[in-house]
């Protein structure tokens, strides 16, 4: 098999900086999906049991799932931040074929998302006006997400640090902002309380299948669209061969990421789930005009313009999302061009380092998104999100099966795993990693249940959610009998080639000089 080419030094490569490398996951780490028109369709169709118990249940689920992936990716990728991320270290201690599969699947996962973001940024601008066709606004996005991406990796992780500001900022006022409207502190002044718990209720019956039956399948059905919600953290991953530093800045940004599930997504759900009924008409994605549950709240409490300006700064996340989407999919087409496992053309960058004939093709593909037009955007929108959801499930389950060979080549060449750069107590005998394997195969498995239940069937549904759980064996095992590939074997994995580059990339930084920096650098 060919190892991953030596990083590039700093001096031949686009580098982002500290500050705006912590920020390039802390969109996906506080946000991510979880704003959009998909969680939007789980509460009109599952009810509060997606925003509240599903916040503590089928949120909770993928929150911790999503954390075992990340501190595996996070051990491994601070320890060998190579470019293509993940998609080399499979190769480097895996299988050849896996690591041809998993970046074939990435490429895929984003590449598909990326017009999905730009149909989910019309339904919000539907918000405002119907009269504009939506085409323009998907050009309008289009453009500005291919600008910032042709700029390169600086303009990239620049847009992102402001794109992220915004957002921090914008879901820290929400939650305390929802926690006063339920209090009663609105123009109104009417309390809500947890009423919508009691009417329409808390939990739904799903397809009306009564008793704990029905409450089980409502959980169940939603599961996927919680995940993918988390979907997109491990582009930290794919950002780290561009990153200054990141033996220092990966550990730092992995290490926040429990607190912020819980603060921003968790919290996040709660509040929506005590503020907006499920039956509420303006969740319902298939009109078309689906809204935030938070700009509904906040127009249902008689609070004016506000409305607005939080759905103006929902629209900056679709947009950084689709930037975050260009970028990730560009760079792994990059990738497999560069261990010849797609068409060395897109191995070619410019002399900045920019991968330019991929970003060229990855950007033909949002023309997907104009699909849009034929039918409403949000209905198009969960076709993409389905297809999306089941591949971003498989590139977890990739993550943790190379963590696990790589855990265990540590074990046999006897090299101390607590004395890499970043490791992790959840991964104590890859015991998280095995948790997160299985549960995965599972979810994935009975991800698309209910189209076999009497009188649900629906083919899209079908084809959306189980294509990619169908490709990703073949993938594997095609390429594995047409390259005759092999396992890697744990005595004979690969633990230090390229790091005398790493290392000299590597620095110690100042420390806080006083208490404003230290709050600001454990915020990033």
């Given at each position: 098999s060919t190892l991953p080419p030596t990083p590039p030094t700093s001096?031949?490569?686009?580098?982002?900086?500290?500050?705006?490398?912590?920020?390039?996951?802390?969109?996906?780490?506080?946000?991510?999906?979880?704003?959009?028109?998909?969680?939007?369709?789980?509460?009109?169709?599952?009810?509060?049991?997606?925003?509240f118990r599903h916040g503590t249940y089928t949120f909770f689920p993928p929150s911790e799932l999503r954390l075992t992936p990340q501190v595996s990716l996070g051990e491994m990728i601070a320890y060998l931040p190579i470019p293509g991320g993940h998609i080399k270290l499979a190769e480097r201690f895996v299988d050849p074929a896996l690591s041809f599969t998993m970046g074939w699947n990435y490429w895929y996962n984003w590449t598909i998302i990326l017009p999905a973001e730009l149909s989910a940024a019309a339904v919000l601008i539907n918000y405002w006006t119907t009269a504009v066709n939506n085409g323009v606004w998907i050009s309008v996005?289009?453009?500005?997400?291919?600008?910032?991406?042709?700029?390169?990796?600086?303009?990239?992780?620049?847009?992102?640090?402001?794109?992220?500001?915004?957002?921090?900022?914008?879901?820290?006022?929400?939650?305390?902002?929802?926690?006063i409207i339920s209090a009663g502190g609105g123009p109104q002044g009417d309390p809500i309380?947890?009423?919508?718990?009691?009417?329409?209720?808390?939990?739904?019956?799903?397809?009306?299948?009564?008793?704990?039956?029905?409450?089980?399948?409502?959980?169940?059905?939603?599961?996927?669209?919680?995940?993918?919600?988390?979907?997109?953290?491990?582009?930290?991953?794919?950002?780290?061969?561009?990153?200054?530093?990141?033996?220092?800045?990966?550990?730092?940004?992995?290490?926040?990421?429990?607190?912020?599930?819980l603060v921003f997504y968790l919290g996040g759900t709660f509040v929506i789930g005590i503020i907006v009924p499920y039956n509420e008409p303006s969740l319902r994605l298939g009109s078309g005009v689906g809204k935030s549950p938070f700009v509904i709240a906040i127009k249902n409490a008689g609070i004016p313009v506000l409305p607005s300006i939080i759905n103006a700064c929902l629209l900056t996340s679709a947009w950084s999302a689709a930037s975050s989407d260009l970028y990730t999919s560009s760079r792994a087409l990059y990738g497999l061009?560069?261990?010849?496992?797609?068409?060395?053309?897109?191995?070619?960058?410019?002399?900045?380092g920019l991968p330019y004939v991929s970003l060229v093709l990855c950007t033909l593909f949002a023309?997907?998104?104009?699909?849009?037009?034929?039918?409403?955007?949000?209905?198009?929108?969960?076709?993409?999100?389905?297809?999306?959801?089941?591949?971003?499930?498989?590139?977890?389950?990739?993550?943790?099966?190379?963590?696990?060979?790589?855990?265990?080549?540590l074990r046999v060449q006897g090299i101390d795993r607590k004395k890499l750069p970043y490791w992790s107590w959840f991964n104590y005998r890859q015991?998280?990693?095995?948790?997160?394997?299985?549960?995965?195969?599972?979810?994935?498995?009975?991800?698309?249940?209910?189209?076999?239940?009497?009188?649900?069937?629906?083919?899209?549904?079908?084809?959306?959610?189980?294509l990619p759980v169908f490709l990703f064996p073949c993938l594997w095992i095609g390429w594995?009998?047409?390259?005759?590939?092999?396992?890697?074997?744990?005595?004979?994995?690969?633990?230090?080639?390229?790091?005398?580059?790493?290392?000299?990339?590597?620095?110690?930084?100042?420390?806080?000089?006083?208490?404003?920096?230290?709050?600001?650098?454990?915020?990033?």
């Amino acid at each position: 098999s060919t190892l991953p080419p030596t990083p590039p030094t700093s001096s031949s490569r686009q580098l982002l900086t500290i500050q705006r490398y912590r920020f390039v996951p802390w969109y996906w780490w506080c946000f991510g999906q979880w704003w959009s028109p998909r969680s939007v369709h789980g509460l009109r169709t599952h009810g509060l049991y997606l925003l509240f118990r599903h916040g503590t249940y089928t949120f909770f689920p993928p929150s911790e799932l999503r954390l075992t992936p990340q501190v595996s990716l996070g051990e491994m990728i601070a320890y060998l931040p190579i470019p293509g991320g993940h998609i080399k270290l499979a190769e480097r201690f895996v299988d050849p074929a896996l690591s041809f599969t998993m970046g074939w699947n990435y490429w895929y996962n984003w590449t598909i998302i990326l017009p999905a973001e730009l149909s989910a940024a019309a339904v919000l601008i539907n918000y405002w006006t119907t009269a504009v066709n939506n085409g323009v606004w998907i050009s309008v996005c289009l453009v500005v997400v291919v600008a910032i991406n042709f700029l390169g990796t600086g303009a990239y992780g620049e847009a992102e640090f402001w794109f992220a500001s915004i957002k921090v900022l914008t879901i820290v006022g929400l939650i305390i902002l929802g926690v006063i409207i339920s209090a009663g502190g609105g123009p109104q002044g009417d309390p809500i309380g947890f009423k919508y718990w009691g009417n329409p209720g808390a939990l739904t019956q799903y397809k009306d299948i009564p008793g704990a039956l029905g409450r089980f399948l409502g959980f169940w059905a939603v599961l996927t669209q919680a995940a993918f919600s988390y979907i997109g953290t491990e582009i930290v991953a794919i950002a780290a061969g561009e990153a200054k530093n990141p033996r220092r800045n990966i550990p730092r940004a992995i290490k926040r990421v429990f607190v912020r599930i819980l603060v921003f997504y968790l919290g996040g759900t709660f509040v929506i789930g005590i503020i907006v009924p499920y039956n509420e008409p303006s969740l319902r994605l298939g009109s078309g005009v689906g809204k935030s549950p938070f700009v509904i709240a906040i127009k249902n409490a008689g609070i004016p313009v506000l409305p607005s300006i939080i759905n103006a700064c929902l629209l900056t996340s679709a947009w950084s999302a689709a930037s975050s989407d260009l970028y990730t999919s560009s760079r792994a087409l990059y990738g497999l061009a560069l261990t010849k496992q797609a068409p060395k053309i897109f191995a070619r960058t410019t002399r900045r380092g920019l991968p330019y004939v991929s970003l060229v093709l990855c950007t033909l593909f949002a023309g997907l998104a104009y699909m849009s037009l034929q039918t409403t955007a949000g209905n198009v929108f969960n076709y993409l999100a389905n297809l999306t959801a089941a591949a971003g499930l498989l590139t977890w389950w990739g993550i943790v099966f190379t963590y696990i060979r790589f855990s265990k080549g540590l074990r046999v060449q006897g090299i101390d795993r607590k004395k890499l750069p970043y490791w992790s107590w959840f991964n104590y005998r890859q015991l998280a990693a095995w948790y997160a394997i299985i549960l995965i195969s599972i979810i994935l498995f009975f991800s698309s249940y209910t189209v076999f239940l009497h009188g649900e069937w629906d083919a899209p549904t079908f084809v959306t959610n189980y294509l990619p759980v169908f490709l990703f064996p073949c993938l594997w095992i095609g390429w594995k009998l047409f390259k005759r590939t092999k396992f890697v074997r744990a005595n004979e994995m690969d633990f230090y080639s390229g790091l005398d580059v790493i290392e000299a990339d590597c620095y110690e930084e100042d420390p806080p000089r006083n208490v404003v920096e230290k709050v600001w650098q454990f915020i990033m």
